[in-house]
Nanobody, 121 residues
Framework: QVQLVESGGGLVQAGGSLRLSCAAS????????MGWFRQAPGKEREFVAA???????YYVDSVKGRFTISRVYAKDTVYLQMNSLKPEDTAVYYC???????????????WGQGTQVTVSS
C-alpha cells in the first residue's frame, strides 16, 4: 500500500513563498508519476502540477512561472515550491501518485491527506 504524507502548508502573505513536501512510501517516487492537486472551499479539486517518472514537469497555466515541482529519489519525496503566492492559491493541497502525469484526478491511484495553504491579501 502506497502512503503519501504532505507537509509544509501554512499561512503566508500574498507575494510570499511556501514549499510543500510529500513523503512517499519507498520507491514510489522513482516508479510513479507524482502530482499535486488543490481544492478550495466550495470548488472542485483541480490539477496544479505533475512530474513524470523521468522528471518531466507539467503545470496548470495559472501557476506557471510561480510554482516548481521537483523530486528527490533518495528521500522518496516530491516538493512543490510555491512563489509569488496569491490569495486565489488558498486551498488544501494534495499529493498523488499514479502511472502517468495526467491532469485528471482519475489518473492517480493514491492520495495524501492534504495540507492547508492560506494566502492572505
Amino acid at each position: 500500500q502506497v502512503q503519501l504524507v504532505e507537509s509544509g502548508g501554512g499561512l503566508v502573505q500574498a507575494g510570499g513563498s511556501l514549499r510543500l513536501s510529500c513523503a512517499a512510501s519507498a520507491r514510489t517516487v522513482s516508479t510513479s508519476a507524482m502530482g499535486w492537486f488543490r481544492q478550495a472551499p466550495g470548488k472542485e479539486r483541480e490539477f496544479v502540477a505533475a512530474i513524470s517518472w523521468s522528471g518531466d514537469p507539467y503545470y496548470v497555466d495559472s501557476v506557471k512561472g510561480r510554482f516548481t515541482i521537483s523530486r528527490v529519489y533518495a528521500k522518496d519525496t516530491v516538493y512543490l515550491q510555491m512563489n509569488s503566492l496569491k490569495p486565489e492559491d488558498t486551498a488544501v493541497y494534495y499529493c498523488a501518485a499514479g502511472t502517468v502525469p495526467k491532469t485528471t484526478i482519475e489518473a492517480y491511484h493514491y492520495w495524501g491527506q492534504g495540507t492547508q495553504v492560506t494566502v492572505s491579501s
